[in-house]
Antibody
Framework: EVQLVESGGGLVLPGGSLRLSCVVS????????MSWVRQAPGKGLEWVSA????????YYTDSVKGRFTISRDNSKNTLYLQMDSLRAEDTAVYYC??????????????WGQGTLVTVSS | DIQMTQSPSSLSASVGDRVTITCQAS??????LNWYQQKPGKAPKLLIY???NLETGVPSRFSGSGSGTDFTFTISSLQPEDIATYYC?????????FGGGTKVEIK
């Protein structure tokens, strides 16, 4: 069974940092790109970032470029999202999701359960 | 960025009704269009990929069609367990973008 389990969310001050993790099991991690997708409270879905299966290629939405860094440790079957210079508008549930291909940016199946990040003073 | 416009934003229908949701892209995206279902408090679930391909295990009452800029998602016979918000998503260009969602309720 494919499983994705996120952790690392919490309350952080504006300007602060947080690192999210997503541990996966049930599939060959290196064979698939991975993405982070977020959802602000009561709002729709927003793709944040993606990384190819080997980790060589990364992609970001403009609003997080230069502040967020996606990475993966294929030896640990773990995906990360390092979030720096956090803003109130980054408040959201962050989901990790398995992409359909090794290069990424296709469709997402499945998704993790999500971890809530709240940026507030 | 490619804008995805979904309509309606919400709808109410009776059990057994046929439900149709549309998604319009701001430019031609061929068939690079997916549909997800999100139940309250849960993660989204993939239903349809490449505009019309049903994901394994998804009931056949769900279907999708379209290409270019105009797409349709249909539930042929609405069931109580279909209460959810449905999203379209394009992957023709980065950034990947989602429609605003359609909340489906039972009348």
């Amino acid at each position: 069974e494919v499983q994705l389990v996120e952790s690392g969310g919490g309350l952080v001050l504006p300007g602060g940092s947080l690192r999210l993790s997503c541990v996966v099991s049930g599939f060959t991690f290196t064979s698939y790109a991975m993405s982070w997708v977020r959802q602000a409270p009561g709002k729709g879905l927003e793709w944040v970032s993606a990384i190819s299966g080997g980790g060589d290629d990364t992609y970001y939405t403009d609003s997080v470029k230069g502040r967020f860094t996606i990475s993966r440790d294929n030896s640990k079957n773990t995906l990360y999202l390092q979030m720096d210079s956090l803003r109130a508008e980054d408040t959201a549930v962050y989901y990790c999701a398995k992409d359909a291909t090794v290069l990424g940016a296709n469709w997402f199946d499945p998704w993790g359960q999500g971890t809530l990040v709240t940026v507030s003073s | 960025d490619i804008q995805m416009t979904q309509s309606p934003s919400s709808l109410s229908a009776s059990v057994g009704d046929r439900v149709t949701i549309t998604c319009q892209a701001s430019q031609d995206i061929s068939n690079f269009l997916n549909w997800y279902q999100q139940k309250p408090g849960k993660a989204p679930k993939l239903l349809i990929y490449d505009a019309s391909n049903l994901e394994t295990g998804v009931p056949s009452r769900f279907s999708g069609s379209g290409s270019g800029t105009d797409f349709t998602f249909t539930i042929s016979s609405l069931q109580p367990e279909d209460i959810a918000t449905y999203y379209c998503q394009q992957y023709d260009n980065l950034p990947l973008t989602f429609g605003g969602g359609t909340k489906v309720e039972i009348k």
